[in-house]
């Protein structure tokens, strides 16, 4: 694979140890393949059984080892052909032909460079927040057992994201452990004779020097940069210290270190993209310095290197909400960015700030990183059908006059890498139903073999995930009472807490006001009734952190903690502190039911509920983000009438009364409803229904796949026609939009006539197009969707010109006449060959 590029000296060097079958050993802990491939877990156990257990980190075991212990392992024989068995194994996977090379034999698209803010791979490597860095770490993940060629490109923090302590007033401490980059599974880039990669970003009056590292993620490579360089002036050396963590000026760096380091990190390492996909707004720098660097290879303008390069580009946006989007004052996009937008662009810094405002003159506005990347890509997509929708709103203003339905946001549904989320035993009932390979191809398959699973088999997977989960909640929580200072008594007692045959419950999310984290608490006597039952118990699991600026969120954290601590909730409901990946596997693998209650539609996708799905989990979640795609009766259960409601606390009430009585008349009854054999019949159908028709749909396979087939492929090709021959056809373009800047106000319609002849309405128009000419437009009919439906559009074909007009035409179509002649209208709007309209033309004129 092109993108695969070891540089400079072999990796395991950096850690010189000369006992024989180190490298073997070095080659399977540096590759984070371990984290869905469990088949090395024992190799590490081995080698140092108790570290394994607590960290789950091969690398961290293999540092840590002594030499005379990895000596003594490695003379066993078994052992050794183990471990020559699997890099064998690992080699030959890493060959065989994929889905990628199979479903497009002639493609050459070199790489897809795939820039995120976080990366949530495993818990080895703690740099990540949350769904933002799931969806980028199992894309990676997906990408690898496709054989998509892409590059992963982020920043390596020195601390990460916060850890979370609960103290003995139940409150939130946030604590900042010191990521070792000797512990993590990351080596240094280094060039050819063996220097350590670093490149020089320039910033106001310094340079700036960043070091690079590698994280090997099967095929695919992850590239992070960070700042902790010794040659730093001190006030830069922390800027990659903390994931969302300092004000705006700090969060300025970081993202010119991801997007136009991130862009000059693979440049130097010799390797071409075609593709820039930006997961959210942070890396939108990567547009400017990619077009810098077309602007250095062909000597084109700023203008006609953007129109080029942005083919290639692809926006992925996260948010649902306006607000959500990072804004820079433009002082400060001067301040950092003036000197390389005139020095390094060619262009005064009022047309980069343009760039990022809604109103490209307005002096005070400030700078949009989302608006960056909307004029910097050829395409944008939301993360779930109704997110898509929801961003057409966002964005609508960029494109006044265009109806909101046709904003050019389309979407991809957000999946997870299911082999990275599934539990041994439920990974060995798939494999047993749909084969070893079944997430490495196509998955359309899988649905018919998994609904075949039997019964006992469901209900005994089910039960063995639970038991599991029981055991781990004990172990977890005596640790956790420990640390934060509870009595000998209260420590013993958590080792019994918890029953393995009740249902059990798991809701764990960040904390924050919209996913409505204390809803559950809405009437907590009534949630008390519904966990004591005698003979239905009912357990619950809560995890979570609040981001330590956000004290609402860690008011609701206190509150639940309250409520936790009366006696009459006994041993019904624990606080696991310190949510992170770990403990979302365990907690995914074993909870009967994953509740959901975000505020519509602020959820945009949501994935950790998307985790429980191959394990026989259940949802019972708003109809929000993916759930509102996936929702049907037979699946599980949903909460919300499909409609907003804002922060009506009117809704909330109402809520919280839906959810109270869906656990209480459907839940609890169905889950204690057995047959003779013990075996709850509709909830096992359920489960059925479920894992067959949601697991393979919900995976981030599916999502790359689309992502290929929708986006990278189109935008290989797009961007290699606008820069052939220097950017031939870019400048065209460039001239295109030129014309149409000019000539546009200068369009108007004639007259306009309308006959209905039998089953068609014929509609003939006069447009003066006046300065443009007719292949540079469209003129078109356009009827509204029925009921909120698609629109309807006709092209008008160019007839006859306008006796003595200069460039008046007549133009005329027919439809059939289904609906009234009235619904349509006439409307002209930019056209030009391989151009995005409205994204990169948004102009339009209509009969009014
Ligand atoms: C999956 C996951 C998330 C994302 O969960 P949502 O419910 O989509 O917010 C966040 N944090 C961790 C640790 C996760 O594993």
Redesign the pocket.
Known sequence: MSNVRRVGSPIYTFFPIEVEGFDALGELALDMRWSWNHAADEVWAQLDQDLWDLTHNPWVVLQTVSRDRLKQVLKDPIFRRKVDDLVETKRHEAEVPTWFQQQYPQNTMTAVAYFSMEF?LSEALPI????L??VAGDQLKAANDLGVPVVGVGLLYQQGYFRQVIDMYGAQQALFPYNDPGQLPVMPVREQNGEWLRLEVVLPGYSLWVRAWQVQVGRVMLYLLDSNDAANFPAYRGITSELYGGGPEQRLRQEIVLGIGGWRLLEALGIKPEVCHMNEGHAAFAVLERTRIFIEETGQPFEVALAVTRAGNLFTTHTPVADGFDRFNPQLIEHYLGDYARNSLGIPSRDLLALGRLNPNAPTEDFNMAYLAVRGSGAINGVSRLHAKVSRGIFQQLFPDWPEIEVPVGHVTNG?HMPSWDSAEADALWTESCGKERWLGITETLEGKIHCAPDDKLWQLRAAARKSLVGYVRARLSKQLAASGATTEEIKKAHYIFDANALTLGF???FTTY?RPNLLLHDPERLLRILTILERPVQLIIAGKAHPDDHAGQAMIQEWMRFIRRPEVGTHVVFLSD???L???RL?QGVDVWI?TPRRPW?A?????M?VLVNGGLNLSELD?WWAEAYTPEVGWALGDGNEHNSDPAWDAAEADALYTLLEREVIPEFYSRDRNGIPLAWVARIRESMSRLTTHFSSNRAVRQYTERYYVPATASFRERAADKGAAGAQMVNWLHNLAREWGNLRFGEITIATNGEQHLFEVQVYLNGLYPDEVRVELYAEGVKGGDPERYEMKCGPKLIGAENGYIYGAQVQAIRASTDYTVRVIPSHTGSAVPLEAAQIHWQR
């Open positions: 949530m990540y927040s949350g769904g860095g799931n997870v764990a999310r960040r996913k949510y992170d990946m403990l979302t596997e995914v959901n959820e996708c949501g994935t950790s509920g985790k983000g």
